[in-house]
């Protein structure tokens, strides 16, 4: 079975320092992974995704994450947080496990960015 | 453009009054589900579509129906809504599920429900 957990229900940062959102995951095959974001009364956007290509991957809004099978980890990060950027954000894991259930989500990450 | 559309955004309804969300995607997705969200619980699955006329349970199926009839639409339905399912809703769609390309989901902008 997959599972995935966030390692943070809040993560609190000043604005322009950097972000790390963690994320680890549990899979007996190769996943696909993804981070979503939420921002206050909106729906989910993909954020970036790993797919079993590069293990490092750029998002949208100069977001990255490493993919490190190893550890299996697939941490978010920010060079530099905006105010922009508070929002809730989900690490999300597909896999084919018998059809059934296609994305497993992490319980969330809420990130405040103070001034 | 791309996207995934969920009517009503909100929606206040008493307990035991039928009611459907509607869920509509435009690129052609086979695979269609839904999601509800709690505090504290994350985002759920409630039923999910592999193509048209193929429909399955997710984790949270009782209380819900839904149907396929066609490829683009999605509805999620609540035969007698009680104050449990009080809850934010999100319809979602991709090309395919799995892992590898085009399993990526594309999410409406929610439901908000609230059953008296």
């Known amino acids: 079975a997959q599972s995935v957990t966030q390692l943070d229900s809040h993560v609190s940062v000043s604005e322009g320092t950097p972000v790390l959102l963690r994320c680890n995951y549990s899979s007996s095959y190769s996943p696909s992974l993804f981070w979503y974001v939420q921002h206050p009364n909106k729906g989910l956007q993909l954020l970036l995704k790993?797919?079993?290509?590069?293990?490092l991957v750029k998002g949208i809004n100069g977001f990255e994450a490493e993919f490190k099978k190893s550890e299996t980890s697939f941490h978010l990060t920010k060079p530099s947080a905006h105010m922009s950027d508070a929002a809730e954000y989900f690490c999300?894991?597909?896999?084919?496990?018998?059809?059934?259930?296609?994305?497993?989500f992490g319980s969330g990450t809420r990130l405040q960015v103070q001034p | 453009e791309a996207q995934v559309t969920q009517n009503p955004r909100y929606l206040i309804t008493v307990t035991g009054k039928k009611l459907t969300v509607t869920c509509s995607q435009n690129m052609n997705h086979e695979y269609m589900s839904w999601y509800r969200q709690d505090p504290g619980l994350g985002l759920r699955q409630i039923y999910y579509?592999?193509?048209?006329?193929?429909?399955d349970k997710g984790d949270v199926p009782e209380g819900y129906k839904v149907s396929r009839k066609e490829k683009r639409n999605f509805p999620l339905i609540l035969e007698s809504p009680s104050p449990n399912q009080t809850s934010l809703y999100f319809c979602?769609?991709?090309?395919?599920?799995?892992?590898?390309?085009?399993?990526?989901?594309?999410f409406g902008q929610g439901t908000r429900l609230t059953v008296v």
């Open positions: 979602a769609s991709s090309f395919r599920q799995g892992a590898g390309l085009g399993t990526e989901a594309f």
């Open positions: 579509s592999m193509n048209v006329e193929v429909t």
């Open positions: 790993y797919t079993s290509a590069a293990t």
């Open positions: 999300v894991v597909s896999l084919m496990d018998t059809g059934r259930r296609a994305l497993t």
